[in-house]
């Protein structure tokens, strides 16, 4: 949860000082509301404190699972692999996202896919 908070934050600091358009709340909350609105920022705080939440205890049961201490390295291993998986989502989510499709968008903060030169 430590770790969710500090993106969290990281991210919000960074959209602030104009490093990067993309808001990550206003994202996930735009799939249940409209996007760049209040309404839409507030399930997007709670889906990614949620999802943070629900991957800590994934890495917690997954190491006792498998029989593994719950250290530094385990940590960093499971990172990588949420690493990877983010790529992938990243790269499908002008797909699945309704308000990146109906914008004709692939990616947040890419300009909007146009035909032809």
Known sequence: MVATVAFTLVSLMGRTMGMTRMDLLDLL???LAAPRTAA???PGVLLHHANGAILAIAWAYGTALGGLRANGWTALAWDAALWALVLLMMS???SVHPAIRAAGRTIPGWPPVTSGP
Do not use: V
């Open 29 to 31: 909350g735009s799939m």
């Open 40 to 42: 839409s920022r507030r």
């Open 92 to 94: 499908t989510i002008g």
